[in-house]
């Protein structure tokens, strides 16, 4: 029984090498070889899933990497004695396929790796509430301050020496940064530069934002309220700048963005947080063409065989 199956087992090799064999020189190369699976493990398959599996092992290098280690004598071709049967070229072949799945799958974990390492050391970077950062960002609310101070009632306290100063100087602020030719023009654009700045923190990158909202509220609605409705005008403009002290010291003393404040500061965190997660997506985007890149050049550097 054992000869038995050992004979028809020949058999059915030599029938597959001379299927395989198509221009009968003894020897099957590798397009004669995925042919020749394509037939058995596919057309004459009755049984769909098989099949379309089948295709998908050989449409890759699976079909290649089996002729490889069979090729005792390396000539690329199989010769009669190097043939194996249809159903160990069918284990050997799925046996590539998982292994070059499994080897996508950790491509693509440490491809994410990548990714990930360099999003949080962006991340490091912009939510860092330094010094720096903090003074960035209370400074950033400089222009709607000297916009709207103009405007604003004298605050309580203002026959005290340090307050009174402090008014006095921005009061002397403000008429200067007016008198400077487009100095509004400047001061928003490099406002707009900083939002838009992804090495600079977050922090600072949102207040500028913020103090941009503000500022226009202020350039939109001063005007107008001081035509209609001088008084109302007084306690717009109070009101105003007694919110942007309030977010100049949150950002200035707490690290804190007044992402809370309706309007403009719910406006201002949309605006940050989409910037935030376009960064994010051209990070992950550089991450995966320079993975790519690396394994192309890998490619390249492979002799053909």
């Not at 020749?36 to 009755?46: C, G, H, I, M």
């Not at 400089?142 to 921005?170: H, K, T």
């Not at 717009?236 to 963005?257: M, P, W």
Request: glycine letters at 6%; a negative charge; proline letters at 4%.
């Amino acid at each position: 029984m054992q000869a038995e199956r050992a004979a028809e087992g020949e058999a059915e090799m030599d029938a597959f090498f001379r299927l395989a064999d198509e221009d009968g020189d003894g020897r099957v190369s590798l397009d004669e070889l995925r042919a020749a699976l394509r037939t058995k493990l596919v057309d004459e398959n009755a049984n769909a899933r098989s099949a379309a599996r089948a295709l998908r092992m050989l449409e890759g290098d699976g079909v290649r990497a089996v002729l490889r280690d069979l090729d005792a004598n390396a000539d690329g071709a199989l010769e009669r004695r190097e043939m194996i049967s249809v159903e160990k070229f069918r284990e050997r072949l799925e046996r590539s396929f998982r292994e070059q799945r499994q080897a996508e799958r950790n491509e693509t974990t440490t491809e994410e790796s990548v990714a990930d390492k360099r999003i949080a050391i962006w991340e490091a970077v912009a939510n860092s509430t330094s010094v720096d950062a903090r003074l960035v960002a209370a400074l950033a609310y400089l222009l709607p301050a000297l916009e709207a101070l103009p405007y604003a009632l004298p605050p309580p306290g203002v026959g005290s020496p340090i307050l009174g100063g402090a008014v006095a100087a921005l009061l002397q602020a403000s008429i200067a940064f007016r008198a400077l030719p487009f100095s509004g023009i400047l001061a928003l654009l490099g406002l707009s530069a900083l939002a838009s700045n992804a090495g600079a923190p977050r922090l600072a990158r949102f207040s500028a934002r913020h103090a941009i909202l503000l500022d226009l509220v202020a350039v939109v609605a001063l005007p107008l309220l001081t035509a209609l409705a001088p008084q109302n005008a007084a306690v717009f403009a109070t009101g105003l700048e007694y919110i942007v002290a309030a977010c100049t010291a949150a950002a200035l003393f707490g690290g804190a963005a007044a992402d809370k404040l309706p309007g403009t500061g719910t406006l201002a965190k949309r605006f940050t947080d989409d910037f935030d997660a376009t960064i994010k997506s051209l990070i992950k985007a550089a991450s995966d063409a320079d993975f790519s890149a690396l394994f192309e050049d890998d490619d390249d550097s492979t002799p053909p065989s």
